[in-house]
C-alpha cells in the first residue's frame, strides 16, 4: 500500500519542475502608455501634391486609361480623396444595374468628367 502512495508523488515532482521553468521563460509585459484625455484624436492625411487634380477630367476612352488617372489622383491628391473617388466607382458600379458590372461601360459615361464631380455623382444617386 505505500507504494501506491509514492507513485503519484513521482508525477507530481516532474509536473512541479516543469511549470516553475515555464514560468522562469516568461517576459513581463511591457507597460501600457500613459494616453492624455485631453489630447484631440485626429488623423493626419499627408498633405497632397496637387490637390488642383479634383478638378481634371478623368479619361475614360479606356479601361487602362481611366485606373491610369485614378493612380495619378492617388499620388498627386492623397490618399483620403482617392479613397473617397474609388469608392464613389465602386458603388456606381454596384448599384447601377445597367452598368452589368461592366468597367469599361461605366468609364466611357464618366468620360471627361472630375473626381470631384464623380464623387458627386455617386452621393446623388
Not at 37 to 63: C, F, K, L, Q, Y
Not at 73 to 101: F, W
Request: glycine share 6%; charged share 25%; net charge neutral.
Amino acid at each position: 500500500m505505500p507504494q501506491n502512495r509514492i507513485a503519484p508523488a513521482r508525477y507530481i515532482l516532474p509536473a512541479l519542475l516543469f511549470t516553475a521553468l515555464a514560468a522562469c521563460g516568461e517576459n513581463e509585459p511591457e507597460p501600457q502608455k500613459q494616453l492624455d484625455p485631453h489630447a484631440r484624436w485626429t488623423r493626419e492625411a499627408p498633405a497632397a501634391v496637387n490637390p488642383g487634380i479634383m478638378d481634371e477630367a478623368m479619361d475614360g476612352s479606356s479601361v487602362e486609361a481611366f485606373e491610369a488617372d485614378m493612380a495619378k489622383v492617388r499620388e498627386q491628391a492623397g490618399k483620403l480623396p482617392y479613397d473617397q473617388l474609388k469608392g464613389a466607382v465602386g458603388y456606381m458600379l454596384t448599384y447601377d444595374l445597367a452598368l452589368n458590372r461592366d468597367k469599361a461601360k461605366l468609364y466611357r459615361r464618366l468620360d471627361g468628367k472630375t473626381p470631384n464631380e464623380i464623387i458627386a455623382l455617386s452621393r446623388a444617386k
